[in-house]
């Protein structure tokens, strides 16, 4: 099939991509030209595990190409996917879909034959028949309108999209359905996981998944701050309770917080969508304010560690990405660490495997970086560890106990053991279980 794919993001990139691999030729098109200078000569501006790979065996074998030009990409496509960006509407509860009407109304202008116009962008109930009256108003072309939400996670996107769990097609017209389930069939040989409904079960399911797994991370952070106060330890209840099969083992994880570009916009807009039609989600309110308690946990600790000392303790911050694998760092539970410390007077420090610019970026001279992780602990008054990249898992404890000023680590991901810690000499204080204190 011939594609086209508005916007070159985590999701614009991997679907084209992935599309590509399958055989079908694709244009991914970007507004940014800059990104589209850097996708031509090779190189992928975002990092994602395998995305590189992927662009460039298709780009090379011709099946993949990039543009600044949607009118040209879209002329004789069998489907346009929009996957532009869905922001949070300057602070505001609403989903801005701005990108994603002003994509569609460029569609509209370049279409010659008919075809079917697919979302992947996470849109609010009811944006399908906003993107259809937009196109409607530019174009006598006929055009079927799609919701098809993508599911991907940042760090596992190619994987997660070249083996979807299930495949949304959120659709009523036959024509459209047909297209996209002959697109989608390579990927889903083994098993038939194409689901088809209208388009606002679809546009509906994609924010009620998100706000189901981050009401799940919410519920282990606040169990994890209770379990503290009882003096239990929140790894056991983790293991006993994932080891439910009505419940299962994952986004049990207690942490610093839910970010990222996804959750938290996204339960906010799920949020203001319930309230305008008169409903209400008492649930996911709850999830994003315990997540805004949560993510001030961390930092707030650091600071009661050091009393008055905190002005001028230089703090190790290892992680920035909102999670591991990825640049990532919108929304990310580390900026708001960082920002706490360094307005209460500490000097921060923080070094991530691939998300140390894209957070000085956002943060500026809050925030020195480091080029690995012990430089980040050298001289060090302590090291907080928040995003749990695979290096930061078993580091080599002597060399970092020798490299830090004073041996106090706050585990904000419950990776190492406080026993072990305790023994090498640190004082070590995770989220939801007993803090430890350097052994005789
Ligand atoms: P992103 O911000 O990384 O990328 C969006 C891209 O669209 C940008 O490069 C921007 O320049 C481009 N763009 C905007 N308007 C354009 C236009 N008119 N023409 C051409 N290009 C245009 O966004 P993302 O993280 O890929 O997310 C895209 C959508 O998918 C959002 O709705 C998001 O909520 C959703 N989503 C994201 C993820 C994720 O993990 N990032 C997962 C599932 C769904």
Redesign the pocket.
Known sequence: MRLAV???????LVAGAGFADFGNDVTC????AE?IRALRAGSVPIFEPGLEDLVQRNARRGRLAFSTD?REAVAGADAVFI????PGAGGADAADID?VL??AS?IARGLTAPTVVVT???VPVGTSERIRAVIGAETHVPVAVASNP?????GDAVGDFMKPARILIGADDEGAIETLRALYAPFVRTSDRVQIMDPRSAELAKYAANAMLATRISFMNELALMAETVGADIERVRRALGADPRIGPKFLFPGPGFGG??FPK?LRALLHTAREAGSSLRVVEAALEANERQKRVLGARVRAHFGREIAGARVALWGLAFKPETDDVRESPALEVARDLAEAGAEVVGYDPEAGWAAREALGEALELASDMYSAAQGADALVLVTEWHEFRRPDFRRLREEMKRPVVFDGRNVWHPDELAALGFAYCGIGRPTSSPGP
């Open positions: 508005i916007g070159t993001g985590y999701v614009g098109v970007d507004r940014d990104r949607t996957a532009v960006g869905t990108q002003g994509a460029e992947k962008s996470t993508e599911f991907l996670k940042e570009s996804c996204d």
